[in-house]
C-alpha cells in the first residue's frame, strides 16, 4: 500500500513500545503518565452514570452537537471560573480527551513547513500530533521555573511561528512550573508579535501544597489583547478519569469554529453519555473532595521518590523536586565515572525489574540523552522505595 507521506514525519510512540516491555513479572512501573486508577471517585461516577441513563436515557444515548453537551458545557464555564477564568458556555467546545485539542489545533492552524515553538523537553504525543500536519518544531530550553523567556523571545523574533505550545504548570514530562513573572512576559510577548500560545493544563489542579501561579488564560485579563492570542486545553483524564476521554478547549471565536468544523469530521461528536456523566458529577460538589486526596497521595510519593534518589543514587543523579504534578524529570551526572546514557541505564533497569521512560523522545530535535523521566502516580510507597533502589543496582 502507499500511504500518505505525512506518515513520513511520525513514528510510533516510544512510551507505548516501551509498555511492551512490561509484561515481565514482579516489575515496577515508572514509566507510565497514567493517573492512579484506586485513587478514582467511583461512587460518584457510578452515581452520575446511573443518574443520567435514568433520567435522560435518549438523549445521552443519541448523536449530540458537535460543540459539545449544553449542560457540561454550562458545567465547565462555572468550573473554569473557579480557576479564575469567565467563559461563556459557547466560547467553549467539548472535546474527546484534550489530546483531540490538539489535534484540532493541529488541523487548523499547521500547514505543512509552518514553525511551531514548543518546551524542550514536552509532552512526546504533541511533537508526533504537530509533525504529522507538516510542522517544523523547535523547541526552546525550560529550567526548574519552566521555559526560557528571553530565549524564547529569541525563537520567535528568529522563526516567526505559527503557534507556541507550553504546559506552564508541572509540566510533562520535565515537572517543572511557569513563574508567575515568566507567565505575565509571555502574554505580553504573544500581543507584541501576535503570535498564537496555546496552554495545555491538564495537571494544574494536581498541586501538592500551595496553589500554582494562575493559568495563562486567567491572567489574561491583565494583559490587554493576549486573550486574543491563546488557546487553552482542558481534561478531566488526570482529575476524574481518563476513560470518560472529557476536554475541552477554550479559543478565540474564529479558531473555536474552524476547530469545531474539524471535528465533525473527526468523530461528530464526544460521547453524549460521558459528557453527561461528567456534567452531572460536576453538580455534585465532589471534585474539590476527590482531589484533595489524589494531592495528598501523589504529594506523599513525590518525596518519597526524591528521598529514596538521593539515598540511592546520590550525586549520580540530579532533578529538580516537584511541587505537583506526576512527574520527576532527571538527569544522569556521570559522577565518579557512573552512567550518563539512559537509554543504556533503561536497558539495564528493565532487566533489574524496574521500567522508566529515557528523555530523548521527548525533545524535538537535539535530545539530551542523559534524561529520564519517572512518574510516581501509580506506585505505592513500599513500590516506590524498592524501585529506586533497583535503579541504584542498575548504574
Not at 452520575?48 to 458545557?73: C, F, I, M, N
Not at 490538539?102 to 500530533?129: H, N, W
Not at 453527561?276 to 465532589?286: D, F, G, K, P, S
Request: with cysteine; charged share 20%; aromatic share 8%.
Amino acid at each position: 500500500m502507499q500511504f500518505a507521506d505525512r506518515l513520513n514525519n511520525v513514528e510510533t510512540s516510544a512510551i507505548r513500545e516501551l509498555f511492551k516491555l512490561l509484561g515481565k513479572p514482579g516489575i515496577i512501573s515508572f514509566a507510565g503518565g497514567f493517573p492512579d486508577p484506586a485513587l478514582f471517585d467511583v461512587e460518584g461516577i457510578q452515581a452520575s452514570s446511573q443518574a443520567v441513563l435514568h433520567d435522560k436515557p435518549g438523549p445521552v444515548l443519541q448523536y449530540g452537537a458537535t460543540e459539545g453537551w449544553q449542560p457540561l458545557r454550562e458545567g465547565l464555564s462555572t468550573h473554569m471560573a473557579k480557576k479564575g477564568v469567565t467563559v461563556q458556555p459557547d466560547g467553549l467546545i467539548v472535546t474527546t480527551g484534550s489530546q483531540q485539542a490538539l489535534d484540532l489545533i493541529g488541523k487548523t492552524m499547521i500547514s505543512p513547513g509552518d514553525k511551531v515553538i514548543v518546551e524542550a523537553p514536552t509532552f512526546l504525543a504533541t511533537i508526533q500530533c504537530f509533525r504529522l500536519y507538516g510542522a517544523h518544531i523547535i523547541g526552546a530550553p525550560i529550567d526548574a521555573d519552566g521555559v526560557d523567556v528571553d530565549q524564547l523571545e529569541k525563537l520567535i523574533e528568529e522563526h516567526k511561528p505559527k503557534l507556541i505550545y507550553l504546559i506552564p504548570t508541572f509540566g510533562n514530562p520535565s515537572g517543572a512550573t511557569l513563574s508567575l513573572a515568566r507567565r505575565q512576559r509571555i502574554l505580553e510577548i504573544a500581543v507584541r508579535t501576535q503570535t498564537l500560545v496555546v496552554e495545555d493544563d491538564p495537571y494544574g489542579e494536581l498541586y501538592f501544597d500551595q496553589p500554582p501561579p494562575p493559568s495563562l488564560l486567567a491572567l489574561s485579563d491583565e494583559v490587554p489583547g493576549s486573550r486574543d492570542w491563546l488557546a487553552y486545553c482542558g481534561s478531566f483524564s488526570k482529575i476524574l478519569s481518563p476513560g470518560l476521554r472529557v476536554g475541552w478547549l477554550i479559543a478565540p471565536p474564529a479558531l473555536l469554529a474552524n476547530a469545531t468544523m474539524c471535528k465533525q469530521f473527526s468523530d461528530a461528536h464526544t460521547s453524549n453519555l460521558t459528557q453527561a456523566i461528567a456534567a452531572h458529577y460536576l453538580t455534585l460538589n465532589r471534585l474539590d473532595g476527590a482531589l484533595a486526596v489524589v494531592r495528598k497521595t501523589y504529594a506523599a510519593r513525590a518525596a518519597i521518590m526524591a528521598e529514596s534518589l538521593r539515598r540511592e543514587l546520590g550525586d549520580a543523579v540530579e532533578f529538580n523536586q516537584p511541587q505537583g504534578g506526576m512527574f520527576f524529570w532527571s538527569r544522569l551526572t556521570g559522577a565518579n565515572g557512573q552512567a550518563r546514557h539512559a537509554p543504556d541505564f533503561a536497558k539495564r533497569a528493565i532487566a533489574q525489574g524496574v521500567a522508566f521512560v529515557p528523555g530523548a523522545p521527548f525533545f524535538a530535535h537535539d535530545p539530551d540523552l542523559a534524561s529520564f523521566r519517572l512518574s510516581f502516580a501509580t506506585v505505592g510507597l513500599e513500590k516506590i522505595e524498592e524501585g529506586i533502589a533497583r535503579l541504584g543496582k542498575s548504574l
